[in-house]
């Protein structure tokens, strides 16, 4: 099946502890996105990439960091600087920026 | 920067009904926008796309249009079903590729 696997679904970190979420797509896409998502606010566009090896700070990249290695793969690592890292992240990816984003089922992270 | 606003937030109606879910956006220089549904605690699956030179797409009960030169969208649903009931999304593609989205309206369709 073609599509975007997010891993995992829920993941628990300790103060202090960087995490890496994963996002894998096999719609051989261009263009790969993260978004965070909180109650009332709405998506919030964190890190986002074109082509492989090249990526671009969105709106609230701060504590977060990324890698476009492989065409495929996307990872976002939430770092210790992350102040208030409990939130519902989503990936997405598009062949371009004019045509149709699709989106994996999210990773809902919380710190404990 | 560009900025989408869907208004209300919420609404209620009951099973039967037409209605009509808005979205407005302040830069009309978008390459497409683009309807989301999203049910609680899951990502979002795509409706609708327009792109900018088109002025509605229409699947199954649903209908969007788009009106780039007043920076407007909306999502017409025909006889709403309870199992309508979710969070609506829009969101417009600009410049680099980065999608902007609304908060979203959450729908409740009442049996």
């Known amino acids: 099946d073609g599509g975007i696997t997010q891993s995992p679904k829920y993941l628990f970190r300790k103060e202090g502890q960087n995490v890496t979420l994963s996002c894998e797509q096999n719609l051989n896409h261009d263009a790969m996105y993260w978004y965070r998502q909180d109650p009332g606010q709405g998506l919030r566009l964190i890190y986002y990439s074109q082509i492989v090896n090249d990526f671009q700070k969105g709106d609230i990249a701060e504590g977060y960091s990324v890698s476009r290695e492989k065409k495929e793969s996307f990872p976002l690592t939430v770092t210790s600087a992350q102040k208030n890292p409990t939130a519902f992240y989503l990936c997405a990816s598009s062949d371009s920026g004019a045509t149709e984003a699709f989106f994996g089922q999210g990773t809902r992270l919380t710190v404990v | 920067k560009q900025e989408v606003t869907q208004i209300p937030a919420a609404l209620s109606v009951p099973e039967g009904e037409n209605l009509v879910l808005n979205c407005s956006f302040t830069d009309s220089a978008i390459y497409n926008l683009q309807w989301f549904r999203q049910d609680p605690g899951k990502g979002l699956t795509s409706l609708l796309l327009?792109?900018?030179?088109?002025r509605e797409q229409t699947s199954g009960r649903l209908n969007a249009s788009l009106d780039k030169s007043s920076g407007r969208s909306t999502l017409y649903i025909a006889a709403s079903q309870p199992g309508d009931s979710a969070t609506y999304l829009c969101?417009?593609?600009?410049?680099?590729?980065?999608?902007?989205f609304g908060k979203g309206i959450t729908l409740s369709v009442r049996p």
């Open positions: 969101a417009v593609t600009g410049a680099n590729s980065k999608l902007t």
């Open positions: 327009i792109q900018s030179s088109q």
